[in-house]
């Protein structure tokens, strides 16, 4: 059963850090790019940063600098460790696997992160 589990959302004040956590199981994660993605509400679902199987980055505009992406294939967890949230960066924060060759995407159930002071 594939099942991806984030952590580590919470409660930051502006110019805080928060480190997410996705944990993976059910399938080869070393072979999946790991992404993770953001929804505001009343906004559409955004891609902030994903990693290949080989580590290769990307990263969106909005968090270039701020926010960055790292995986551990032999935990098979995924990270984002954001730096300097602002309160537009409050959302519902997802992890996401894809193998383009198998037709997998994967979806994790999202973790909440509220900027607020």
């Known amino acids: 059963q594939v099942q991806l589990v984030e952590s580590g959302g919470g409660l930051v004040e502006p110019g805080g850090s928060l480190r997410l956590s996705c944990a993976a199981s059910?399938?080869?994660?070393?072979?999946?790019?790991m992404s993770w993605y953001r929804q505001a509400p009343g906004k559409e679902r955004e891609l902030l940063a994903d990693i290949t199987s080989g580590g290769s980055t990307y990263y969106a505009d909005s968090v270039k600098g701020r926010f960055s992406i790292s995986r551990d294939n032999a935990k098979n967890t995924v990270y984002l460790q954001m730096n300097t949230l602002n309160p537009e960066d409050t959302a519902v924060y997802y992890c996401?696997?894809?193998?383009?060759?198998?037709?997998?995407?994967?979806w994790g159930q999202g973790t909440q992160v509220t900027v607020s002071s």
């Open positions: 996401s696997a894809r193998n383009d060759a198998y037709g997998r995407n994967y």
């Open positions: 059910g399938f080869t994660f070393s072979r999946y790019t």
